[in-house]
């Protein structure tokens, strides 16, 4: 069994077929389904999906591009016990303004916002789905400041080889469909590196979607491709990784599937 531990299943692109998507992925192999929390206006939809279908959970965070959005009342939710997790929350630095007051008033928005939801899911005990895009040294920084020992997954690892060390604090690697681009050399590399017992995979999906489709919408049977190149690279067959990697998520969200 897989389990699509990042899928935005709530996202207006499965609007019209999110039932069949999620049957192709379990005649797939795909038993379990994690619906990441981004923007608040659609945290309905992913609560709501996740009392529909027993194979779906979901989580409640802020996006670090959604940070306006942010209200604490949105985790009073968290007792669910079909909320597994807090995030995806983080620090994404990509698309900073170019003036470099206004830059640095949005990045010290980012890090308050991300280090209030690392206290909340320390609050409650649930792991954290971490976003971190081109701002690794801050990132872990404020993770070994203020993260509890409950850890969480860095969603869509970015290869940075000092988020490593995360590992020994209680943090899984999220690998998804990057890993089988053919630009991917730097995660490649340093996949071999994460220790087994942390690896997590996912899709990210409707983005990231893996070769051979990209350009066409991501949807979770896709984690089979990531399965496949993660076995391929490790030395491992399919079935191994998939009884890896479910029994980590396992561990790490609590789930039952």
Known sequence: MIVDTHTHLDHEMFANDV???????????????IIPGADPKDLERAKELAHRYKEVYYAIGVHPYDIDSFDEAIFEDLSDPKCVAVGE????????????????????????????????AKEHEKPLIVHIREASHDAKELLEAYAGERGGVLHCYNASPILLDL??????????????????????QIVPKIPLDRILIETDAPYLTPHPFRGKRNEPAYTTYVVQKLAEILGKNVEEIEDITTQNAKRLFGLEC
């Open 19 to 33: 039932e069949e998507v999620i049957e192709r992925a379990k005649e797939s192999g795909v038993g379990c389904f």
């Open 89 to 120: 929350c983080g620090l994404d630095y990509y698309r900073l303004p170019k003036e470099e007051n206004e830059k640095e008033r949005v990045k010290q928005a980012q890090k308050e916002i991300f280090v209030r939801q690392i206290e909340i």
């Open 167 to 188: 590992a020994k604090r209680g943090f899984y690697f999220g690998i998804g469909g990057v890993l089988t681009f053919k630009n991917a050399k730097k995660l490649v």
